[in-house]
């Protein structure tokens, strides 16, 4: 990724150059520690840079929370924060190159996007862990009346997917690198039409870990619509056994199980499984109301928050753990007298959220972009809210 060794220089020299700068737009330094921060405003978007000093060299590089996905904008925001600082470059990694960016297709959403998202057709369906994407192919390509989304955690299964969508001219599938048990919050209710989950990760040890759990049925059976399916393939006695216990424990389910079914298209997994001669088991649950529309009014204002002096230090050292969530600020920069720049990490114990907030004299707001939409999210930001409040009353 990249970044910049430069000649130690004195920070405060940013002070001087941020009246007139083309692309700076404030210093922050950090309350413990010698590191500091840059924020920048570049190609229509707004980023940090962290500034690491070392006796030898200072490392300028890109902040990982933050980063814009075209890498070429980072590495103009070097190459310009350089020259206007006037450093001195020991060694750069900053060539602008033409390759594309990973994940970069037409077919690659991010959850954010799935906020304003317009759905090219009428029928939706899921699946999730696609893994090398063999069922996911096959689906769109039988069914192009539907649009598939397919939802995987591993990036490089994901990269390997667009690129055979690509060579196969499908147009009916979706890429989401994001986790299945918080991405379905995102679609409609009475949307889909099947959610496939075909051998996820049994993680015996780790079962709080599973895909399939009492939250994840309920969100399955309310974006699937009334006759549509939640279709669970797994080779684990013991994922199927627990599969059963858990969509049995809601009052009015109708669970079909298959054992040994053969389908027209064998997964990588399958097909090891098989050669193994192990029994391999389909559990579908049908979906048999229809379910109210999701409450969309979510929104991460800090209506009231304002830096009063001495916050840094009244804000939690450690994380505050709720029911299902969490809020930590992780660390906290200075910018001036009266501002402050709070990294914190939030939300789901599962897929937290990382984000700066920039809390000034006459407003906070979340830096470069709010979190994503999720009623998890909306919880820690208001945990988050209290804990700014509650401690400016307190003092
Ligand atoms: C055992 S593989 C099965 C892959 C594929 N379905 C098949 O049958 O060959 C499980 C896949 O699920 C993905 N996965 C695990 N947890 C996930 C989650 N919470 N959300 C999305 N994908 C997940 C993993 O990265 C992995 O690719």
Redesign the pocket.
Known sequence: MPHLKVTPFDASIIDARLPESSIMTFRARALKGDDEIIGVEHGGEEFLLQLKPDSKATLLKYDKVTRPLKVNLLKEALDKVSKELGLEIRSSNIALSNSKPPLSSAYFKKIEDFETIEYPKKKISV?????????LLWQARKNPDTLFIG????TP?AQQVLRQIELQGLENIWVVN??????LEMLPSNSCEQI??????PWDKKPH?R?ISPSFLAESMRVLRKGGRLEL?TDSDNYFWYALETFFSVPKTEVEVRKNEALEVT????ARWRKQEKDIYDVYVKCNEDSAERDLRIDFNFTSVKYTKNLEERLPKKAVVCDGYFVHFERSYKIGDNALLVKCAFGSF??PEHKYILIGPDGSRYFASVPVKTTVNQSAHRKILELLLQKENNV
């Open positions: 699946e999730v862990g696609f893994g090398s994407g063999r069922h939802l995987e955690i591993h299964s994001y986790d299945a048990r918080l991405f496939f989950v075909h051998f996820p990760v870990r895909v393939r997964s990588k997994y399958e599962d897929r």
